[in-house]
């Protein structure tokens, strides 16, 4: 069985997931929270295999809770939790946010029960999903860090140990500071670490940085 958690302040739009994902025989549903602060009590407690975290919330919004469970996560030495975040709206810059904190998808809140359903077990198997209507955007991004030729073995990415940690950190949403503190080293060591990895990826910026990095599943 999936375990899934259910993190929306919406009382109709939570019970309406609730009963949709009754239907399926492989899912059941373990928790829910009605905002964000709740949810970083509940989603740690109920331990889900799945978490469907809604992006507007009171007190604390999606990416917020993405961002704690993150940091969470990272003290312990524990994967992240595999997240999909629920919307309202088509947004790529939410979506490119929310895949650098970590979030394994996104889909609208209008998604009918099928595709639900295939996400959510996408995400528990490991993969990524992206609601289609986002993925042409994405992917525009993606093609422009993509080099003119095809690359051949002499062109892979070879990144140490450390500029991989510190990119997964990078994709945390942590900075330099942040990253250092983690990592028991000095911020310069870090911003060195960082100017390798963008010359590495052949980007110019963290955010291009991460996209690469999820293209060439470096993430």
Not at 49 to 78: F, I, K, N, S
Not at 126 to 135: C, D, K, N, S, V
Not at 173 to 178: Q, T, Y
Request: glycine share 8%; proline share 4%; charged share 25%.
């Amino acid at each position: 069985m999936i375990r899934i958690c259910i993190v929306e302040d919406q009382t109709l739009v939570r019970q309406g997931l609730r009963s949709m994902l009754a239907l399926a025989d492989d899912m059941t549903v373990v928790a829910e929270a009605e905002n964000g602060e709740q949810a970083l009590v509940t989603v740690p407690d109920a331990c889900p295999d799945v978490l469907l975290l809604d992006y507007r919330m009171p007190r604390l919004d999606g990416l917020g809770v993405l961002r704690a469970l993150a940091e969470r996560a990272q003290a312990h030495g524990t994967p992240l939790i595999p997240t999909l975040i629920l919307t309202t709206f088509d947004d790529d810059e939410l979506l490119l946010s929310a895949v650098q904190l970590g979030a394994k998808g996104y889909l609208l809140k209008d998604v009918d029960l099928p595709v639900l359903l295939q996400a959510i077990r996408t995400v528990a198997g490991g993969g990524r999903w992206l609601q289609p209507t986002l993925t042409d955007q994405v992917q525009r991004g993606l093609d422009e860090l993509r080099p003119q030729r095809e690359d051949g073995p002499e062109d892979r990415i070879l990144l140490t140990s450390r500029e991989q940690e510190v990119l997964r950190l990078m994709a945390g949403g942590f900075n330099n500071r942040e990253i250092a503190g983690l990592t028991t080293t000095t911020e310069g060591t870090i911003k060195g670490y960082v100017s390798n990895i963008l010359s590495k990826l052949g980007v110019r910026d963290r955010t291009r940085a991460v996209l690469k990095a999820v293209e060439c599943r470096l993430l």
